[in-house]
């Protein structure tokens, strides 16, 4: 929807059908900072806005969001997760050094359906997802020019 630099990728009217559409069927939206804030029409720039802003999300119909922190410096793999039962938990790890991380966001979700489909419960999928994501971006590696992708493993 919105790149990790608030490049937009959709036209409204796409991201209407995400919200009307889409989220009332999923178990798990994982949007970062410039998506969040798209979603929720916050500026978000601290852990509380990023709660706010999962709690507006939530009301989009999805059951869970994990919001993640990356765009704001400070929140460098901390991520936010709200469902609609009201279970919330910061989810912490540590802030691997590197400008290669180009796909992280993608490699977040699909780890958590690959780990669902294991038969792991959502919050531990998500957590074991941060780990799988933690280790590929220590990893990663530069290739061609701008951020080099993770190193999958």
């Known amino acids: 929807m919105v790149t990790r630099t608030g490049s937009k990728l959709l036209e409204d009217v796409a991201i209407n059908a995400y919200k009307k559409l889409l989220f009332p069927m999923a178990d798990l939206v994982t949007p970062n900072i410039f998506e969040a804030n798209l979603l929720s029409d916050l500026k978000i720039k601290s852990k509380e806005d990023i709660e706010n802003a999962a709690i507006k999300i939530i009301g989009l119909g999805s059951k869970a969001v994990l919001i993640k922190g990356g765009g704001l410096s400070d929140l460098k793999g901390k991520d936010f997760f709200l469902d609609s039962n009201g279970r919330k938990e910061w989810l912490f790890n540590k802030n ?58």
């Open 96 to 153: 691997i050094k590197t400008i290669n991380t180009h796909g992280s966001g993608c490699t977040l979700s699909a780890a958590i359906c690959s780990y669902k489909a294991l038969g792991f419960e959502l919050l531990d999928s998500i957590i074991k997802a941060k780990i799988f994501v933690e280790k590929s971006l220590e990893n990663s590696y530069k290739i061609g020019s701008g951020p080099g992708p993770l190193g999958h493993q």
